[in-house]
């Protein structure tokens, strides 16, 4: 199963500033996710981010809030623009893997709180 | 309406007794059915998928899939104090891409002693 790598594991930040969290897996995947967890909630995804193309956004989220990059086949960023309060959650990355088990594999996520 | 919904819960169960949690989704071109565990502070990881209707067992936990009803529940036997955490139902639906999972809200569940 591929191993993801996340950080910065959790930060605390300033409204107004930005902040990039990076997501590294071990093998070559196609194509990686990033979710938010607000708190006490569920995850919603924000976007998909292939590699040599523009990432696709979910509704209700925008390339100029949340920018990613996806430079190969192996790490991805989200950044996460001009904070507010309300952006403080949890954002993970994950990664599907095909085969007889085909499922998705989350990073340990990143805790961010905005004061 | 919510495209996945699981009952709300909170659920208490005593150990040993069976826990059952049920979801329901509104896609019908759904195919994958997943259902995740995740403790407090971690991130959520796979215990069950199933693609077919009916009923598919891994060890003390078992996952039934009515399609036609567009239903989808996990039972977990001899329930551990292990188990305590939420559990998340996640559908990829019609025309989507595998990884691309629409979650429910999440069901807490607690096994006491």
């Known amino acids: 199963s591929a191993v993801i790598s996340q950080k910065p594991s959790r930060d605390i930040c300033q409204r107004g500033t930005s902040l990039t969290i990076q997501c590294q897996v071990d093998?070559?995947?196609?194509?990686m996710f990033w979710y938010r967890q607000q708190p006490g909630q569920s995850l919603t995804l924000i976007a998909t981010?292939?590699?040599?193309?523009?990432?696709?956004?979910e509704s209700g989220f925008v390339i100029d809030k949340f920018p990613i990059s996806r430079p190969n086949l192996t790490f991805s960023t989200l950044t996460v623009s001009n904070m507010s309060p309300e952006d403080s959650s949890i954002y993970l990355c994950?990664?599907?893997?095909?085969?007889?088990?085909?499922?998705?594999?989350f990073g340990q996520g990143t805790r961010l709180t905005v004061v | 309406q919510k495209e996945v919904e699981q009952n709300s819960g909170p659920l208490s169960v005593p150990e040993g007794a069976i826990a059952s949690l049920n979801c329901t989704y509104s896609d019908r071109g759904s195919q994958s059915f997943f259902w995740y565990r995740q403790y407090s502070g971690k991130s959520p990881e796979l215990i069950m998928f199933i693609y077919s209707n009916g009923d598919k067992e891994d060890g003390r936990f078992t996952a039934q899939l009515n399609k036609a009803s567009q239903y989808v529940s996990l039972l977990i036997r001899d329930s551990q104090p292990s188990d305590s955490a939420t559990y998340l139902c996640?559908?990829?639906?019609?025309?989507?891409?595998?990884?691309?999972?629409?979650f429910g809200q999440g069901t807490i569940l607690t096994v006491h002693p």
């Open positions: 996640a559908v990829i639906p019609g025309g989507t891409s595998y990884g691309k999972l629409t």
């Open positions: 093998s070559q995947v196609t194509m």
């Open positions: 994950s990664v599907e893997e095909w085969g007889w088990n085909t499922e998705a594999f």
């Open positions: 981010a292939n590699q040599g193309s523009e990432a696709t956004y």
